[in-house]
């Protein structure tokens, strides 16, 4: 197959509209996370209404040994990825450093830090083989700007906008290009997650201005990926019109 992305957390959110934008740009997709009814739902709907391969992995990111065991045993045929989208992430809890849960922060940190480097460990060999390949790491402005009740989160991602640096000089030898993009809020199910099924918490982080939602942030994705071979963004942070930074957004009902 000629032009390959995997994508991590294409269940949800960013992950699921990248899966659908490469593969409305004819890209054969690999789609990862750990619910397996929805990647054989999205396989079945990229096949079905792009006609592009659609190839679902049910794993883990914080198990290193399923994580290495199956990139390293996909089809052949599957092996030349160009892209690697580093999305699958997420926030537990919004609390004070001293009253936080240490179970959110330690997966906090093995998903969104740990998990990304498994991965891009385990797909590097095929892109080093291939002396060609793009990384796309999914950061935050938490990266960027620690705000209140964040601590953890804004650690874990924070490590990912300094491993995507180090990636970057790193792998500058094997032609693989590195790019960073932090969003700002993006509605999805994130707050759902982050605040643990409570909707009314989740709904409230987005009422009152027009947040960015999934499909902004893929084609922010697809343009970084669809750049001509000499051309890096390394480094992207963006937020809807009405958010300037991590914690100042104008809520026209607030
Ligand atoms: P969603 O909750 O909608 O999607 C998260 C995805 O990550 C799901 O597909 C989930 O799949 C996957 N995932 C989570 N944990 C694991 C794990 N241990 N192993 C494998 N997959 C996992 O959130 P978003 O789409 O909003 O978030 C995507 C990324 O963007 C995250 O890294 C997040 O931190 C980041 N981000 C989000 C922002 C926002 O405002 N929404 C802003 C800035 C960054 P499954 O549960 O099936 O495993
Ligand atoms: C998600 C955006 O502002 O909740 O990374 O940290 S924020």
Request: one cysteine or more.
């Amino acid at each position: 197959m000629k032009n390959i992305v995997l994508v991590t957390g294409a269940t949800s959110g960013f992950g699921k509209a990248c899966a659908e934008k490469f593969a409305a740009e004819k890209y054969a997709v690999i789609i990862t996370g750990r619910r397996q009814d929805r990647l054989l739902r999205l396989q079945q709907e990229i096949e079905s209404k792009y006609g592009v391969a659609c190839l679902p992995l049910l794993f883990d990111v914080r198990d290193k040994k399923a994580v290495f065991d199956i990139i390293q045993s996909i089809p052949e045929e599957w092996q030349s990825i160009n892209i690697l989208v580093n999305n699958a992430g997420l926030a537990l809890g919004r609390d004070y450093f001293e009253e936080a849960d240490m179970d959110d922060w330690e997966t906090m940190i093995d998903t969104n830090l740990k998990g990304l480097l498994y991965v891009s460990r385990a797909v590097l060999p095929f892109m080093i083989k291939a002396g060609v390949g793009h990384i796309i790491n999914i950061g935050s402005i938490a990266a960027k700007e620690v705000y209140e009740k964040g601590n953890v989160y804004c650690a874990s991602k924070s490590a990912v906008d300094a491993v995507s640096q180090g990636m970057r000089i790193d792998l500058l030898r094997h032609g693989i290009k590195v790019t960073a993009i932090h969003p700002g809020a993006v509605e999805t199910e994130f707050s759902l997650v982050r605040f643990k099924g409570d909707a009314e918490k989740a709904d409230a982080v987005y009422a009152g201005y027009k947040p960015l939602n999934a499909k902004d942030i893929a084609d922010t994705v697809w343009y970084c990926a669809s750049l001509p071979a000499h051309v890096c963004i390394n480094d992207l942070v963006i937020t809807c019109t009405a958010q300037a930074n991590a914690t100042i957004t104008l809520k026209k009902f607030s």
